[in-house]
């Protein structure tokens, strides 16, 4: 069982390029989130999906767009790249809310990405 | 405006001691309570949560507690283990809503020693 599944590992992009971080469970889970981690700091929330077509902003949406075609997938996208976008970026999935005291959120190992 | 606050950075503890890490918030909408587990180049794991129903939960050797009156929770972890080392982070989610959207702490680096 992989679990939650990001893609690239690692990706250096220079200022103004675009590109999108993939992400992929196969856990049937209903909703699934993108989150960023600056060094020292917690997890922020940019966009979370509760089902396929429905996505809706977190705490630092700016700069990042998402779409939910299919249950699995959950892309995340960087339109004009900038260096406050340096970070490491976590895709999650979970169950329902009603199953969320016993379903929290599964994490991949994230994406590290730098901007110069 | 940090609204979940682990005021340690770091934890140093004897390997068979008791390691206890503290974790504040400061927004009463919290009602669900996290610990996730990271060890370096790996996602968060989580470890335990806990309800604002209740004020203990207990899974094996780590224990969450909840003091709703003074916005704090803490997890014990007894006895300590070297695979034990790693960051971990406090999360909470709000009352209400149709996700589980997680603020979480800044994190505190554990570590056990021999």
């Known amino acids: 069982n992989a679990g939650v599944t990001q893609t690239p590992k690692f990706r250096i992009l220079k200022i103004g390029q675009s590109m999108t971080l993939q992400c992929t469970q196969d856990?049937?889970?209903?909703?699934m989130y993108w989150y960023r981690q600056d060094p020292g700091m917690g997890l922020k929330l940019i966009y979370y999906?509760?089902?396929?077509?429905?996505?809706d902003k977190g705490e630092v949406p700016n700069g990042y767009n998402v779409s939910r075609s299919t249950t699995e997938d959950f892309p995340l996208r960087l339109e004009l790249a900038a260096p406050s976008q340096t970070s490491v970026y976590f895709c999650?999935?979970?169950?329902?809310?009603?199953?969320?005291?016993?379903?929290?959120?599964?994490f991949g190992d994230g994406t590290r990405l730098s901007i110069l | 405006d940090q609204q979940v606050k682990q005021n340690s950075p770091s934890l140093s503890v004897q390997e068979g001691r008791i390691s206890i890490l503290n974790c504040d918030y400061t927004?009463?909408?919290?009602?669900?309570f996290l610990w996730y587990k990271k060890y370096p180049a790996e996602g968060p794991t989580f470890l335990i949560s806990?309800?604002?129903?209740?004020d203990k939960n207990e899974d094996g050797r780590f224990t969450v507690f909840l003091n709703k009156s003074a916005k704090h929770l803490s997890l014990h972890i007894v006895p300590s283990q070297p695979g034990d080392s790693a960051v971990y982070f406090c999360?909470?989610?709000?009352?209400?809503?149709?996700?589980?959207?997680?603020?979480f702490g800044t994190g505190t680096r554990l570590q056990v020693t021999l």
């Open positions: 999650a999935s979970s169950r329902g809310y009603r199953d969320r005291g016993n379903q929290p959120q599964h």
């Open positions: 856990m049937n889970h209903n909703y």
């Open positions: 999906s509760v089902g396929a077509g429905i996505t």
């Open positions: 927004n009463s909408m919290f009602d669900y």
């Open positions: 806990i309800s604002s129903i209740k």
């Open positions: 999360a909470a989610s709000p009352l209400g809503g149709t996700a589980s959207k997680l603020t």
